[in-house]
């Protein structure tokens, strides 16, 4: 089970980073498996200090303070900083949201952007996934000149 909380209010009063430790213990306590660690959208008064994976510090904490599994999210938007989240332990899943609105295939593309031909694509859109192989093909090539 997993459980979503706000791990820094951005308000006075509101939830703080320190606090947020403790009730992710007290979820993992309760039974959830993983926190989904978000922030903030609990006051219209908030000042979040948006930028590049905002909200992985949060998670990075809980991690590793709690000891308990994290989900981050918050303006992730390539697979570098995902594999970089992932590998360097900030985290255990990493979630994207607006990047999937935008481009609902962006698990598929950043697949094939790091070479991955074992994914499986919907039948209908084998044709793009060549294209975008052989797209890939020819900048590699170009690089190697």
Not at 66 to 82: K, L, R, Y
Request: overall charge negative; charged content about 25%.
């Amino acid at each position: 089970m997993s459980v979503r909380i706000s791990a820094h209010d951005w308000i006075d009063g509101g939830v703080t980073p320190s606090e947020a430790v403790e009730v992710a213990r007290m979820f993992h306590a309760a039974g959830a498996d993983i926190i989904d660690v978000s922030s903030g959208q609990t006051d219209p008064a908030e000042q979040p200090i948006y930028g590049r994976m905002f909200q992985t510090p949060f998670s990075d904490r809980i991690r590793h303070e709690a000891g308990i599994p994290t989900m981050t999210v918050g303006n992730i938007s390539d697979s570098d900083q995902v594999n970089g989240i992932l590998m360097a332990g900030r985290a255990d899943l990493v979630c994207l949201a607006r990047m999937h609105l935008a481009d609902p295939y962006w698990t598929l593309h950043a697949a094939v952007e790091q070479g991955d031909t074992a994914t499986e694509w919907p039948v209908p859109y084998k044709g793009g996934r060549d294209l975008m192989f052989r797209l890939r093909e020819r900048q590699e090539a170009q690089i190697r000149v």
